[in-house]
């Protein structure tokens, strides 16, 4: 490694280590003042607040040491943390093992921020590791407000104004599909709302199944081999078999073959089975692959499959002027799900299912509870419509990141993210050192080091503290996976990290064939 890589690393490091070694670096909670004296309400009983606390001023002191604890994370976040110690170590050092009796606050205190120290923060433009990056502060602002009410989703009558904000949200993303009569809910993450999305399609295509269960009946669903695991665990959750998962082959470009389906369903057929669900991807994991949408859909109208497509990448280029044609035909989907927390910069989870039916929620996830769903009309009560009972407001931190930059701001940032990836790509395919492994088609950029193993370099910037950065199979090649999707990067950013790349990979062995 080169003198200014080594120093950067020890930067790194050492800026983390101070958080995570030190003993208690914040301020006395007794030494604070101006704390409002909020008594507690007559007949409380505060013996829920710990030993030596007065509870007057519990919550006050508890939201103050927030506001310390976020901004020190903020200024070491750049760096990542060190990784030279082992799991087990790691958990001593930060006194991880929960006690027998409870602690004070300020000791609690000092224990959240060595964990958040050595805690990887996804907004560091050192982490382009997974699907997602980069920060709205409007966003993080309604995510830690979230928890301060703590109420659930279920009805107007608990969640009050929260509703409306969900319903707000809600009708924007249904009209940017656009589904003119459609309904949504929202999801913790987007393999429930591909689950969710095939409880859809067995109860709509097996009558019965959800009073009786499953029979004798032989249901398939089709999805392509670059599709994202969670449709297969979805498939044995609710009783179809991942047997019954029939992998639709690809395209060079990573795409799945409407030919290749329509073979498939036509030979199922023949055998009395019976097609299910077919689920198209907008954002592969791997090349962030865009399956062609409306020739699919012509598959599934002929045959009569209900057709899902997984857009938890992809989704949000529905926002994006420039882009939004790359998922043409996504209104002819029955259902759609869209990960905002993956391209919009909100905190995670933030996951939507769309469907262009309105009603079948209701009718195949309602459940009569008269305890809880009391008032008001069911469109106010988006927990008959759910997969859950207690749910968060996830809608907020959305709401708050467009009230922030609007539809424009969304426009421009979105179309970035992809200008971003084929800047790389350019940079790629000009550089002998590196050879580029298709065409990004969204946001993703998969490449190799040439005569170097794609698996090596990864974990060498990991464990150097250079840079998170994640591989994936590309065919029978192993591939440096480079993600596009953090607002505050720029051309220059990019640069930088393929140079970094290119330092740790010239610091390793050659590999005859490298493909791993």
């Not at 769903?373 to 708050?400: H, I, V, Y």
Request: aromatic share 4%; net charge negative; charged share 25%.
């Amino acid at each position: 490694m080169s003198p200014e890589r080594t120093a950067a690393a020890s930067r790194c490091i050492g800026s983390h280590r101070q958080f995570i070694d030190s003993k208690p670096i914040y301020a006395s909670l007794e030494e604070s003042s101006s704390v409002p004296n909020k008594k507690p309400a007559d007949g409380q009983n505060d013996s829920s607040k710990p030993q030596g606390q007065a509870p007057e001023d519990f919550s006050w002191r508890a939201m103050r040491e927030l506001a310390r604890l976020a901004l020190e994370f903020l200024a070491t976040e750049d760096d990542l943390p060190p990784r030279d110690l082992p799991p087990a170590q790691l958990s001593e050092r930060l006194g991880i093992a929960l006690p027998t009796k409870g602690r004070p606050l300020q000791e609690v205190t000092n224990k959240l921020g060595r964990i958040l120290a050595a805690t990887p923060s996804s907004s560091s433009p050192r982490f382009v590791n997974q699907l997602f990056g980069g920060r709205n502060a409007a966003a993080t602002l309604a995510e830690m407000l979230v928890a301060l009410p703590d109420t659930s989703m279920y009805t107007y009558k608990v969640a009050g104004a929260q509703i409306l904000v969900e319903q707000e949200v809600l009708a924007r993303l249904l009209a940017a599909v656009p589904y003119g009569h459609g309904e949504g809910m929202f999801s913790p993450g987007g393999s429930l709302a591909n689950l969710t999305a095939m409880i859809l399609a067995r109860n709509e295509s097996l009558p019965g199944v959800r009073e009786h269960g499953l029979t004798d009946q032989r249901p398939v669903v089709y999805t392509s081999t670059a599709a994202h695991y969670s449709i297969g665990k979805a498939a044995g959750i609710l009783g179809l078999g991942r047997e019954n998962v029939r992998p639709v082959p690809t395209d060079a470009d990573g795409r799945m073959k409407p030919e290749a389906l329509a073979e498939m369903i036509s030979d199922d057929e023949r055998s009395e089975r019976q097609p299910l669900f077919i689920n198209a991807t907008a954002g592969t994991t791997v090349l962030g692959a865009i399956d062609p949408i409306s020739r699919i859909a012509a598959v599934a109208q002929e045959h009569g499959v209900w057709l899902h497509v997984d857009g938890a990448l992809g989704g949000s280029l529905l926002l994006s002027k420039k882009y939004r044609q790359l998922l043409a035909g996504i209104e002819l989907a029955d259902s759609f799900a869209w990960n905002a927390h993956k391209m919009m910069a909100v905190p995670l989870p933030c996951s939507v299912l769309l469907v262009r039916q309105r009603g079948l929620l209701a009718k195949h996830l309602g459940e009569a509870a008269t305890y809880l769903f009391q008032t008001d009309e069911e469109d106010l009560n988006p927990g008959t419509r759910s997969l859950q009972c207690g749910r968060r407001s996830d809608a907020l931190k959305l709401w708050a990141a467009w009230q922030l930059l609007g539809d424009d701001g969304y426009d421009a940032m979105l179309t970035r993210h992809v200008d971003l990836a084929r800047h790389a790509a350019r940079q790629i395919r000009s550089d002998p050192e590196l050879e580029l492994l298709g065409a990004p088609q969204s946001t993703n950029v998969c490449f190799e080091v040439r005569g170097r193993s794609s698996v090596a370099i990864c974990d060498a910037l990991d464990r150097q503290g250079i840079l998170k950065i994640g591989h994936g199979s590309v065919g029978e090649r192993s591939a440096i996976r480079l993600v596009c999707v953090n607002p505050d990067f720029d051309e220059r950013r990019i640069e930088e990290i393929l140079r970094e790349i290119k330092a740790a990979a010239a610091a390793l062995p050659l590999t005859e064939g490298a493909t791993g």
